[in-house]
């Protein structure tokens, strides 16, 4: 039976299609930038091992880009990241070296380092008003300060950890796969499940559309952006200890590659920085888009200063996709406001 | 007249700075009650409508909501106690589809916050079914709507929440002909259902057809009100015209201000 407030058939497919086109353009990107490199390279794309180096370096920049992605959705944006991946990691590899063993209890300050950054942000935001632009860019150097002060700018080893109980849960293998793109995974599914059928998600969506209507219908803003940032803070935290112990060694720069990466991942990804719309798949894929870049360019032969040159082109050609969408869009609801406005003359 | 009050406002003052919007207005909406909220612009309707959605605080005064007393108000506790907000196109989120809308910042969960998406599809089709709104999909996007429309979304709010009190803000403003009409018609139907309603509107040709009561806010006070049935249209037009002139509702018609407290203030 087909219920009245549902359509059928093809009309649903293509209300699917239309639905998730953004979804689509960029999965397209994806498998045709495969294609590409498969052709210039066709035995380095056709090796295993070359999709588990990709899977093991692109948690870095997916896993901030996801929480990220919720940030801009809301309309705000968040750029200390980098440097709290880098607090988090510090933490953590001090504590372990202060026990002398790789205790969780220094994951969790780790995560609780981050998770204090991003009320920071929060704060920083909501209660004094600042925009988010500037508050982050005063705690992204705010907390890279504080890493390099305390390190002095030397690096961690770690390597001795190697093996450890807490080493194998966070960055070891299952079947060659490493467990931190299992991580990944499991968490952007957790973002994508709050962000579509969680109420909460439907706040982020409403705050960034509309922030006078989602105020004048009871819904508490600060509270929203302020839960957004210490979930990004210790989502940051994570990604800078994985990332530590993936190199087993923790450097005091760690994280400074990722920022701009994530946020092109997120926007790539179709996220306008516009706030009110955005998709964690598209963030996801993009992020390895990017990652997918560097690899291929590496194996297409050419020498390693192409890389930052692809993705310039990719994101400027995804950007004007998105613009050439909008503007479709502009054109949709410009017809169909007039369709609707005839209809009711009946 | 033994209806019960839905709302009640005493003495509100509302300052803003050293402007005074509001000067100790007393204002009171009855159960099943179409109100007409009238006044030119800078009267102080907006102010009224907002202090009662909790979106200002009054200075002064009081209000009561189904006989509970309240300092003030906020958007949260106005929409507990059933009170809604139609907005031009103010509240809607326009990538948003219409469902999701419908049941913004009131939407239906499972205990952990999950959102049931088809039981709430379901009950919006059938509450759009009931204002004749059918011909777009509860999944179309709300930037897609005509202004008329999106007043019909907002309305169907109130009957999805069984609000006991609909205000609407200046919600023909930028409206078309035939669209005015469908939210004229709205408002009827909310009336039939048993509901009351503040219509908030400068233009008293829109307010006319549908208000029981009229109050004509002027510089911050309410200096008349009006039973619909004492007054035709034209009636009206001369008072609102002599009240925009002079201050004061013409002699003729003082037998019939329910206002009768009026002209003790600082008017001369």
């Known amino acids: 039976m087909i219920e009245s407030y549902k359509d059928a058939g093809a009309a649903r497919l293509i209300k699917i299609l239309s639905e998730y086109k953004l979804q689509i353009i960029i999965t397209a990107i994806f498998l045709s930038l495969w294609l590409v490199f498969y052709i210039i390279n066709p035995p380095a794309l056709s090796n295993v091992f070359t999709y588990y180096s990709i899977a093991s370096v692109a948690p870095f920049t997916v896993l901030p880009a996801l929480s990220l992605t919720l940030i801009i959705i809301a309309g705000e944006i968040d750029l200390s990241f980098s440097s709290i991946m880098a607090l988090g990691a510090l933490i953590t590899a001090l504590t372990w070296q202060a026990l002398g063993e790789a205790s969780p209890l220094g994951v969790i300050l780790g995560l609780l380092a981050g998770l204090g950054a991003g009320l920071l942000n929060g704060v920083l935001v909501c209660k004094l008003g600042i925009p988010s632009l500037i508050a982050t860019i005063g705690t992204m150097f705010l907390w890279r300060g504080v890493v390099l002060v305390i390190t002095q700018g030397f690096s961690i080893p770690l390597g001795m950890y190697r093996g450890s109980a807490i080493f194998n849960i966070l960055v070891g293998r299952v079947y060659g796969v490493p467990v931190h793109l299992l991580w990944t995974i499991g968490l952007a599914i957790v973002f994508w499940l709050i962000l579509n059928k969680h109420k909460f998600g439907a706040y982020i969506y409403y705050v960034g559309d509309n922030r006078t209507g989602a105020q004048m219908v009871g819904i508490n803003i600060h509270r929203v952006l302020i839960s957004l940032y210490a979930v990004h803070g210790v989502i940051a935290a994570f990604a800078g200890i994985i990332d530590t112990l993936e190199m087993a060694t923790f450097w005091p720069t760690l994280g400074d590659i990722y920022m701009l990466k994530s946020v092109a991942a997120v926007v790539v990804g179709g996220t306008p920085v516009t706030g009110g719309v955005g998709t964690i798949y598209g963030t996801f894929i993009g992020g390895l888009i990017l990652e997918f870049i560097e690899m291929g360019v590496l194996t297409s032969g050419v020498t390693g200063f192409w890389i930052q040159l692809v993705h310039g082109i990719v994101i400027i050609i995804a950007l004007a996709a998105q613009g050439i969408l909008r503007r479709i869009e502009l054109a949709k609801v410009r017809l169909l406001r007039i369709l609707t406005e005839e209809s009711e003359e009946k | ?268």
């Open chain 2, 1 to 268: 007249m033994s209806k019960r009050y839905i709302v009640e406002m005493h003495d509100i003052i509302k300052r803003f700075g050293s402007v005074v919007a509001l000067r100790g207005v007393d204002f009171y909406v009855q159960e099943n009650e179409v109100v007409g909220l009238v006044g030119d612009n800078g009267a102080g309707k907006s102010t009224l409508v907002k202090i009662l959605f909790g979106i200002y605080a009054p200075d002064e005064g009081e209000i009561i909501i189904k006989g509970k007393k309240f300092r003030k108000l906020n958007p949260k506790l106005a929409y507990e106690l059933g009170i809604i907000l139609v907005h031009q196109e103010r509240i809607l989120c326009g990538n948003h589809p219409i469902w999701r809308n419908v049941f913004m910042g009131r939407e239906l969960t499972n205990k952990l916050g999950f959102l049931k998406i088809n039981e709430m599809k379901k009950i919006t089709y059938e509450c759009l079914s009931q204002l004749g709104l059918t011909r777009m999909q509860v999944e179309t996007p709300v930037k897609y709507l005509s202004g008329g429309y999106m007043q019909g979304v907002q309305i169907s709010r109130a009957l999805t929440f069984e609000a006991d009190l609909v205000v609407l803000d200046e919600p023909t403003i930028a409206l078309s002909l035939v669209e005015t009409q469908r939210v004229l018609e709205y408002v009827n139907k909310l009336r039939n259902k048993g509901k009351s309603s503040i219509f908030v509107s400068h233009n008293i040709y829109h307010v006319y057809p549908v208000a029981d009561r009229f109050v004509i806010l002027d510089r911050g006070r309410v200096v008349a009100e009006f039973y619909k049935k004492d007054l035709t249209p034209e009636d009206l037009a001369e008072i609102m015209i002599s009240i925009a002139r002079t201050g004061s509702v013409p002699e003729k018609y003082q037998k019939l201000n329910l206002k009768l407290t009026y002209g003790k203030g600082s008017f001369s």
